[in-house]
């Protein structure tokens, strides 16, 4: 199969405050879609990045009473830092207030949308949340206030620049509608269509100096305004590979991509479904091939973000929850409990009930027993000959199917029935050895049955190898607890080395009061 060049990049979070668990997803799902590519040969680039140009974070920094490159340069480490907890894979991260290549590629796009006369100066009056940096339509608020944050916006007269995104409603409609943009999962494909169909109006493209404090890269030309917030976040995506300072980085991981795969919160679609792909229109560039949309983490039932009340991001805070529950629990639980569709509620307790059952009582026990069995039947190599049972057959297929079910599940950006194609091993490899009982088998052979040994060799070796398919198969959704596993099973031409306890079970959150 011919391998292919995939950019894949997640949005990049405000940084007026620490990370959450809503931000831990995305970057996991990233991470998984780079390392299921790397593994099938394909060339990838992973970027992430932090959005320091934020308003948002000048509020913050003054609350703080510091200043705002002390708190966008503290914050921004705390979010890269994520790699470590997270065991992330990414290739580049861009920090938009501090990396070299991020103001020249900021304002050459500004100035190739200027060139197709797509930027007009215009006084405008508007109610403008700060929270999502946005302006927003009287109709588009509820009771009056953000659908987001749940604040009233500030009312808001100036004169700005505006882009002319209705000059670009035909094509995008064309573009969205043919799947030449494609939008997964399909609600939110024709969610966009909706919107634009509604009709697109012209979006105001910066800020005054003095609103926007100070902070932020200027308009070129005009010394009064700073580019908006998401016109310059968005430009990372172009700027880090090398829009404005290195050509042949830009042509070989945008411009010259096979796919170009943006993974996108709910909340952030109108900005990289519409926004992006016209300002990429206007300045004559590729668009992006795919967007991956994901819902919303809640506690309670409220949204986690920096911002919300009661502490919330507190609860979920993803460094916290690897620190005491391990890497590959908080991995397994965003990945085989969060729905394609639909928001999904978190709690300690879920995730500690969702790592025992599958990765210490499911997988840990299955391998744990397998290895132990094959270890004690002595340093015999354990080839994979047809077992008798009708077991073995239901679970060699299983295996069998399980990549190309994998790649299916993953290339529709459907990472829960990724894990089920798996697990549908994991189940069937139990119940073959129940149905076999191999340790009644080592037990006879070890008292010399000559047909007990047969068997128990055919037995363990279909056991082995289902085993080391789910090494290989997890190893982009849990990467260390799959090194565990290829580890306690050993080379399919070596024996088996000293067993080893794979996922331990985890003890629960410590009531508090």
């Known amino acids: 199969m011919t391998s292919s060049r995939i950019y894949l990049s997640t949005t990049i979070p405000y940084v007026n405050s620490r990370a959450h668990l809503g931000h831990a997803l995305e970057l996991v799902q990233a991470d998984v879609l780079a390392r299921h590519h790397r593994r099938i040969g394909d060339q990838v680039r992973f970027q992430s990045g932090t959005d320091d140009n934020s308003l948002k974070n000048v509020l913050a920094a003054e609350a703080a009473g510091c200043s705002t490159q002390e708190l966008v340069r503290a914050n921004g480490r705390a979010f890269a830092e994520l790699r470590g907890p997270l065991a992330l894979s990414y290739d580049d991260y861009i920090h938009t207030s501090s990396d070299p290549r991020h103001r020249p590629g900021a304002e050459r796009l500004w100035q190739a949308c200027a060139a197709s006369g797509d930027l007009y100066l215009k006084d405008y009056e508007g109610l403008y949340c700060v929270g999502c940096e946005r302006f927003y339509q009287p109709a588009e608020l509820t009771g009056g206030r953000c659908p987001e944050h749940g604040t009233p916006p500030q009312e808001i007269a100036e004169r700005n620049w505006f882009f002319r995104l209705s000059r670009y409603a035909g094509q995008l409609q064309e573009l969205v509608g043919s799947g030449a943009l494609r939008i997964e999962p399909a609600a939110r494909r024709n969610e966009v269509l909706g919107f634009i169909a509604s009709g697109l109006e012209d979006f105001s493209a910066s800020r005054s100096i003095g609103r926007a404090r100070g902070w932020g890269i200027g308009v070129p030309g005009d010394s009064g305004q700073v580019i908006y917030v998401w016109w310059d976040a968005l430009g990372n995506y172009i700027t880090a590979p090398g829009y404005a300072t290195d050509p042949d980085g830009y042509k070989r991981w945008w411009a010259g991509a096979d796919r170009r795969i943006h993974l996108v919160g709910k909340g952030v679609l109108r900005f990289h479904a519409v926004y992006w792909p016209a300002i990429l229109l ?228 410590v009531p508090q009061g």
């Open 282 to 509: 206007s300045a004559g560039e590729p668009l992006p091939t795919e967007i991956a949309v994901h819902d919303y983490l809640t506690v309670g039932g409220r949204k986690i973000s920096k911002s919300a009340p009661g502490g919330l991001a507190g609860l979920a805070d993803p460094v916290d929850l690897a620190d005491r529950y391990g890497t590959d629990a908080v991995r397994w639980w965003l990945l085989r409990e969060v729905p394609r569709v639909g928001d999904a509620d978190f709690t300690e307790d879920r995730l500690v009930e969702c790592a025992n059952r599958d990765l210490a009582n499911g997988l840990g026990n299955l391998v744990s027993r397998v290895t132990s069995l094959a270890r004690a039947s002595g340093p015999a190599v354990f080839p994979v000959p047809p077992a008798p049972e009708a077991a073995a057959a239901a679970l060699r297929g299983a295996v069998g199917v399980a990549p190309d079910l994998v790649r299916a599940a993953l290339s529709s950006f459907d990472f829960r029935a990724a894990i089920a194609a798996l697990w549908q091993i994991v189940e069937l490899a139990n119940r073959f050895a129940e149905v076999t009982e191999p340790w009644r088998l080592a037990r006879a052979a070890r008292g010399g049955d000559v047909v007990a040994a047969g068997r128990l060799a055919a037995i363990l070796g279909t056991l082995l190898d289902a085993c080391r398919v789910l090494a290989s198969e997890l190893s982009p959704f849990v990467p260390a607890l799959a090194g565990q596993i290829a580890a306690a099973c050993g080379e399919p031409d070596a024996g088996v080395p000293e067993p080893r306890r794979i996922f331990p079970r985890l003890a629960g959150p």
